[in-house]
C-alpha cells in the first residue's frame, strides 16, 4: 500500500500522545477507517486530528508560535517576525474590528416622538433564531447558494412581514437567540472545538453587516412601538462576536431612551410582563431540559409567582416544545439554510422567524410567522 508522504511530514508537529499515534499510524499506510478500529473511536475524530496538526503546521510555518496545552489545544498565540502576504496580526484583526464599528456608529440614534399606542396590555416577542450571518454555501454542496448578502436580505425582509403583522403594542421585545454570526473571529473555526467553517467575506463586514440588520429590526420597530428592548444571546459559534454587537447597539441608542439594550454576559436572561415570565438563553448551556430547574431557582424569590412561564431558545434549528414544571420549553427555527456539515450530517428542519404576542393577564393570545418561502414570495424572489 502507497505511503501517503503527507502524514509523515505531520508527525513533527503532532503535541498529544494520542496525535502521535494516530499519524504514526496513518504514516504507514493505513486508512482513517482502520485507524479508528484500531484505536476505537469515531473516524470524524481521526479526520478531526488530521486537520487540526495541519493547521498548527501550516501556523508554524507562516511565522505563528502557538502555546498548546496539555490536551493539545491552543493556549497562547503570538506573531514572530513581519507577518507573511495576506496574514493579520492580533492586533491588526482588533484594530479593523474596532474601526468597523466606529464606521457604523458614526452617528447616533437620537430621541424620537413614540407613536401613538394605547395597548399597554399587549407585549411583541420577535424571536430571531440561529442567523448564522457570514455563513457560506454551495448549491451543489448544501442544497442552496447563501452567502452573506442573501443572508442579510432574508432577516430584512422578515423583519417587514413580521414586525408588519404585530399589533401595535406599546412594548417590543427582540429576542436574537444567538449564533447571530457563525464566525466568532478570522480563523473560521468554532470557537469551542475548532471545527472549520465556511465563511463568506471578511470578519470585520460580517460585523458591520449584523449591526446593520439589528438596527433594521429596532428602528422599524421603533414605528410603531414605544419601547424596544433587546436582548442578544451567546450563542457557541460567537460567544465574543456578540459582545460586540451589544456594545455597538448600546452606543448607538445611547441617546434614545426607547431602546433598552439588555447586555447581562450571563447565559439567562429573564423578563417579566404583568403574570408572564420570560427566559431567554442559545440552549447550548444549559441545556434545554434542565432549563425549567434553572429558572425556578433563579426566579423563586419573586417572579416564579407568574401564572405563565416561557423559556425561549436557539441553537437546534428545528422547533420543539415540552412543558416542565409550568414552564413551556420552546425552540426555534432560523431562517438560514443548512451548510455543507449539517447537510452531509442529515440534519434537516423548516426556515422561519416568529413573533408572540403575550397578553399581561392571559399569557400567549397570538403568533405570527414569517417563513423563508413567504419572505421572498413578497419581494419576487422565491
Same mark, same amino acid.
Given at each position: 500500500?502507497?505511503?501517503?508522504?503527507?502524514?509523515?511530514?505531520?508527525?513533527?508537529?503532532?503535541?498529544?500522545?494520542?496525535?502521535?499515534?494516530?499519524?504514526?499510524?496513518?504514516?504507514?499506510? +493505513?486508512?482513517?477507517? /482502520?485507524?479508528? $478500529? @484500531?484505536?476505537?473511536?469515531?473516524?470524524? #475524530?481521526? &479526520?478531526?486530528?488530521?486537520?487540526?496538526?495541519?493547521?498548527?503546521?501550516?501556523?508554524?510555518?507562516?511565522?505563528?508560535?502557538?502555546?498548546?496545552?496539555?490536551?493539545?489545544?491552543?493556549?497562547?498565540?503570538?506573531?514572530?517576525?513581519?507577518?507573511?502576504?495576506?496574514?493579520?496580526?492580533?492586533?491588526?484583526?482588533?484594530?479593523?474590528?474596532?474601526?468597523?464599528?466606529?464606521?457604523?456608529?458614526?452617528?447616533?440614534?437620537?430621541?424620537?416622538?413614540?407613536?401613538?399606542?394605547?395597548?399597554?396590555?399587549?407585549?411583541?416577542?420577535?424571536?430571531?433564531?440561529?442567523?448564522?450571518?457570514?455563513?457560506?454555501?454551495?448549491?451543489? +454542496?448544501?442544497?442552496? /447558494?447563501?452567502? $452573506? @448578502?442573501?443572508?442579510?436580505?432574508?432577516? #430584512?425582509? &422578515?423583519?417587514?412581514?413580521?414586525?408588519?403583522?404585530?399589533?401595535?403594542?406599546?412594548?417590543?421585545?427582540?429576542?436574537?437567540?444567538?449564533?447571530?454570526?457563525?464566525?466568532?473571529?478570522?480563523?473560521?473555526?468554532?470557537?469551542?472545538?475548532?471545527?472549520?467553517?465556511?465563511?463568506?467575506?471578511?470578519?470585520?463586514?460580517?460585523?458591520?453587516?449584523?449591526?446593520?440588520?439589528?438596527?433594521?429590526?429596532?428602528?422599524?420597530?421603533?414605528?410603531?412601538?414605544?419601547?424596544?428592548?433587546?436582548?442578544?444571546?451567546?450563542?457557541?459559534?460567537?460567544?465574543?462576536?456578540?459582545?460586540?454587537?451589544?456594545?455597538?447597539?448600546?452606543?448607538?441608542?445611547?441617546?434614545?431612551?426607547?431602546?433598552?439594550?439588555?447586555?447581562?454576559?450571563?447565559?439567562?436572561?429573564?423578563?417579566?410582563?404583568?403574570?408572564?415570565?420570560?427566559?431567554?438563553?442559545?440552549?447550548?448551556?444549559?441545556?434545554?431540559?434542565?432549563?425549567?430547574?434553572?429558572?425556578?431557582?433563579?426566579?423563586?424569590?419573586?417572579?416564579?409567582?407568574?401564572?405563565?412561564?416561557?423559556?425561549?431558545?436557539?441553537?437546534?434549528?428545528?422547533?420543539?416544545?415540552?412543558?416542565?414544571?409550568?414552564?413551556?420549553?420552546?425552540?426555534?427555527?432560523?431562517?438560514?439554510?443548512?451548510?455543507?456539515?449539517?447537510?452531509?450530517?442529515?440534519?434537516?428542519?423548516?426556515?422561519?422567524?416568529?413573533?408572540?404576542?403575550?397578553?399581561?393577564?392571559?399569557?400567549?393570545?397570538?403568533?405570527?410567522?414569517?417563513?423563508?418561502?413567504?419572505?421572498?414570495?413578497?419581494?419576487?424572489?422565491?
Amino acid at each position: 500500500m502507497k505511503i501517503d508522504p503527507d502524514y509523515k511530514s505531520l508527525l513533527p508537529y503532532c503535541i498529544t500522545e494520542k496525535e502521535t499515534n494516530y499519524i504514526k499510524y496513518l504514516s504507514e499506510g +493505513k486508512s482513517q477507517k /482502520d485507524c479508528a $478500529l @484500531k484505536y476505537d473511536i469515531a473516524r470524524s #475524530t481521526v &479526520a478531526d486530528t488530521i486537520y487540526r496538526v495541519r493547521i498548527r503546521k501550516e501556523k508554524q510555518q507562516s511565522g505563528q508560535s502557538t502555546l498548546y496545552n496539555e490536551s493539545g489545544t491552543t493556549s497562547q498565540t503570538w506573531i514572530k517576525g513581519s507577518s507573511s502576504k495576506n496574514q493579520r496580526t492580533a492586533k491588526e484583526i482588533i484594530d479593523i474590528t474596532v474601526s468597523s464599528f466606529n464606521e457604523t456608529v458614526k452617528t447616533r440614534s437620537v430621541k424620537t416622538t413614540a407613536p401613538k399606542t394605547k395597548n399597554k396590555d399587549l407585549l411583541s416577542c420577535i424571536c430571531i433564531g440561529d442567523a448564522h450571518l457570514g455563513m457560506l454555501s454551495w448549491k451543489s +454542496k448544501a442544497i442552496e /447558494d447563501f452567502d $452573506l @448578502k442573501i443572508g442579510c436580505k432574508d432577516l #430584512t425582509l &422578515a423583519a417587514d412581514r413580521i414586525l408588519d403583522a404585530t399589533p401595535d403594542t406599546q412594548e417590543c421585545l427582540i429576542a436574537q437567540l444567538g449564533d447571530f454570526y457563525h464566525i466568532d473571529d478570522s480563523l473560521n473555526q468554532t470557537p469551542q472545538n475548532k471545527n472549520p467553517l465556511d465563511a463568506d467575506s471578511r470578519f470585520s463586514k460580517i460585523i458591520k453587516s449584523g449591526i446593520y440588520v439589528l438596527r433594521y429590526f429596532i428602528d422599524k420597530a421603533l414605528t410603531k412601538h414605544k419601547i424596544v428592548r433587546v436582548r442578544n444571546v451567546a450563542g457557541n459559534h460567537d460567544p465574543h462576536s456578540h459582545v460586540a454587537l451589544s456594545c455597538a447597539l448600546s452606543t448607538f441608542y445611547e441617546s434614545n431612551k426607547r431602546v433598552i439594550i439588555e447586555d447581562s454576559p450571563r447565559a439567562m436572561y429573564y423578563y417579566r410582563f404583568g403574570n408572564n415570565l420570560i427566559g431567554i438563553t442559545h440552549g447550548h448551556m444549559p441545556r434545554p431540559d434542565k432549563l425549567p430547574s434553572v429558572m425556578a431557582v433563579d426566579c423563586a424569590e419573586k417572579d416564579w409567582e407568574c401564572k405563565f412561564k416561557y423559556c425561549w431558545h436557539g441553537h437546534i434549528h428545528t422547533k420543539r416544545s415540552f412543558e416542565a414544571m409550568n414552564v413551556i420549553v420552546e425552540s426555534f427555527r432560523t431562517l438560514a439554510p443548512q451548510d455543507a456539515w449539517t447537510v452531509d450530517s442529515g440534519y434537516r428542519s423548516g426556515r422561519e422567524i416568529q413573533a408572540i404576542v403575550l397578553d399581561r393577564d392571559y399569557g400567549e393570545v397570538e403568533r405570527h410567522t414569517a417563513g423563508i418561502r413567504r419572505v421572498r414570495h413578497d419581494k419576487g424572489l422565491s
